[in-house]
């Protein structure tokens, strides 16, 4: 924990988030009960995309935790990101002594944003060296993974959290406040999907099963099983689906196209799909007596809303600040953050049940 003087800028910064807070209602609320002046130290391992496009410019704008540290397996990444970011040598940290970050005091939170194949293991070992734990979705390769996790993070009593963003998103907040609270009625259909046309590098791991996990599914389509699940507030029991491949050369070893149907208890109609071949993020949702719709739905630069065919009108904000400082301030009051390892275990489950059914081509329960 390091203590730190506000500067100008801080204070402008801190101010809009603390509006955003206000805006979000009792869910952040707890922002407001932190101390500005003491922020809690994060070790970003694996300093790739996610890392160096959102997360450390994110942090520049939080409140209640700081970039302290890294862990990078490359030197030149290590002497850049130590001059730009100023971070002191003793924090930095490579894939070989990485385990020595349990004796640094500065680092309270490791947060692992690497290929899927090596979350569990960068999970576990940041927990048994003592470190509160953020993992980047998809939390793991399967859902045995994803409780392995879960239990070392508990053996070790320390708080697991899951890169969902969404959860502290101002439009997104509000669709799950318009579901879950039945505002026009019981929600009667879902239409949602999210993806993207790859056009990168044939070689690289997300392309590759044993680091990937799978496809669009696995990196796409979670959001769309989240969007389902926190419109309804409710879990899916079962699930059918099926694929399409039009690049097969280059979606060798995973899904391109899915589409599946999920079943749950209230018999509402749930269509989900994902893509590495087609530019989607929408989340369409009809009740008894009204609508309401995001598009788009799950990126980072800025979601639309509509309410009945009107626009939503709701501010976007830094969604990776806003959850890192939701999990600092679960870690300083102890508390369980609502995107747990659980969280990420539910979406997991689906995914398993997915590729079950894709192989079986029939409908699978989700267990
Ligand atoms: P990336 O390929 O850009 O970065 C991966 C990093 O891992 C690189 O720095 C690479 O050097 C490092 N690495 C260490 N060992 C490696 C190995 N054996 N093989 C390959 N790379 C290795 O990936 P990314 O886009 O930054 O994604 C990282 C994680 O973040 C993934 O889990 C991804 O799903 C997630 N992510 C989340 C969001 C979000 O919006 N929440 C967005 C993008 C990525």
């Known amino acids: 924990m390091k203590t730190k003087r506000l500067s100008r800028r801080d204070f402008i910064l801190n101010s809009t988030i603390g509006a955003s807070a206000l805006l979000l209602g009792p869910a952040l609320s707890a922002l407001a009960l932190t101390k500005p002046d003491k922020r809690l130290g994060i070790a ?6 996610y ?19 890294i862990v990078t397996g490359t030197p030149a990444k290590a002497k850049s990101w130590a001059a730009k970011y100023s971070i002191p040598q003793k924090n930095i940290y490579n894939y070989q002594n990485f385990d020595n970050i349990a004796r640094n005091p500065d680092i309270d939170i490791i947060y692992v944003v690497l290929p899927v194949s090596m ?36 053996k070790a009593n320390r708080l697991l959290s899951i890169g969902y ?15 879950q609270k039945q505002v026009f009625g019981k929600v009667t259909k879902i239409d949602t999907g999210n993806g993207f046309t790859y056009n990168g590098d044939p070689n690289a791991w997300r392309l590759k099963k044993a680091m990937a996990g799978g496809g669009g599914l696995m990196d796409m389509g979670i959001y769309a099983i989240q969007g389902a699940r926190y419109t309804l507030g409710q879990e899916p029991i079962a699930v059918k689906a099926t694929q399409q491949k039009t690049r097969p050369q280059l979606f060798k070893e995973v899904d391109e196209t899915v589409f599946w149907e999920l079943k749950f208890a209230g018999g509402q109609k749930v269509t989900g799909k994902s893509s590495y071949n087609n530019d989607w993020s929408y989340l369409q949702v009809e009740a008894e007596k009204g609508n309401f719709e995001l598009q788009p739905a799950y990126g980072y630069n800025g979601l639309n809303g509509k309410v009945n065919g009107k626009p939503m009108h709701i501010p976007n904000i830094i969604q990776q600040a806003a959850q890192m400082d939701d999990f ?40």
């Open 328 to 367: 600092a301030t679960c870690v300083q009051l102890k508390k369980q953050s609502r995107v747990s390892g659980e969280e990420g275990l539910m979406d997991m489950k689906v995914v398993d049940a997915i590729y079950r059914s894709l192989d079986s081509g029939q409908w699978v329960n989700i267990v």
């Open 119 to 154: 979350h569990k293991e960068y999970t576990i070992r940041a927990a048994r060296a003592g470190k509160h734990v953020i993992c980047e979705k998809p939390m793991a390769l399967n859902a045995a993974e994803c409780r392995e996790m879960i239990a070392a993070c508990k």
């Open 44 to 49: 970003l391992v694996g300093l790739g995309g």
């Open 51 to 69: 890392s160096s496009g959102q997360l450390a410019p994110a942090l520049q704008h939080t409140k209640n935790c700081y970039l302290a540290g």
């Open 165 to 179: 963003r969404l959860h502290f998103e101002p439009h997104t907040l509000e669709v799950m406040r318009l579901g």
